[in-house]
Antibody
């Protein structure tokens, strides 16, 4: 079974940094594009960033550009999101998502359970 | 690039629910649909406008034309009560979600 397990969330103060991790199993990780999607409490879904199978950055949402960095370790079956300069507006449940294929425009298929990030003083 | 969904929709059990997603020239792009039940992660229902992943019931179908994509849920059941999101890929905005539609079955 495909599994995506996120970790690294927590309660941090404004201006802090966090690194989210997503450990993947049950599929050939380096055959698929991967994404981060977030959902603020009681709100809708927002795409954050994505990366193709060959570690090409698909892009970043305007709201996180310049502050967040996506990366992946294909040998370790892991996806990461380095988040700097966090603000209360970044408070959300962050999901790791496996695409249906390798490239940027392939549909989002399997979602993890998410890791919660709370930014508050 | 923005996509507009109705915030809410009510349907009676056994009826067909029609959830729309609108944007200029949306018919020229592929649209996906997700279901999110309370407290759960989103589930892919439809991709490339009308394709169903393995395990998704035939009750769920999709279409996309001109400026509107539509998710149809036939023979609606109480278990279908959830939030539904459309999504598309735009070369400039990358991945974009609609605002979501809360479906109530009553």
């Amino acid at each position: 079974d495909v599994q995506l397990v996120e970790s690294g969330g927590g309660l941090v103060q404004p201006g802090s940094s966090l690194r989210l991790s997503c450990e993947a199993s049950g599929f050939t990780f380096d055959d698929y594009a991967m994404h981060w999607v977030r959902q603020a409490p009681g709100k809708g879904l927002e795409w954050v960033s994505g990366m193709t199978w060959v570690s090409k950055v698909i892009g970043y949402a305007d709201s996180v550009k310049g502050r967040f960095t996506i990366s992946r370790d294909n040998a370790g079956n892991s996806l990461y999101l380095q988040m700097n300069g966090l603000s209360p507006g970044d408070t959300a449940l962050y999901y790791c998502v496996k695409a249906l294929g390798a490239t940027e425009s392939r549909a989002f298929h399997v979602w993890g359970h998410g890791t919660m990030v709370t930014v508050s003083s | 690039f923005e996509m507009t969904q109705p915030p809410s929709l009510s349907v009676s059990p056994g009826q067909t629910a029609s959830i729309t997603c609108s944007a200029e020239n949306l018919g020229e792009k592929y649209v996906s649909w997700f279901q999110q039940r309370p407290g759960q992660s989103p589930l892919l229902l439809i991709y490339q406008d009308s394709k169903r992943p393995a395990g998704i019931p035939e009750r769920f179908s999709g279409s996309n034309s001109v400026n509107t994509a539509t998710l149809l849920i036939s023979a609606t059941q109480a278990v279908d009560e959830a939030d539904y999101y459309c999504q598309t890929w735009d070369a400039n905005s990358h991945w974009v979600f609609g605002g979501g539609t809360k479906l109530t079955v009553l």
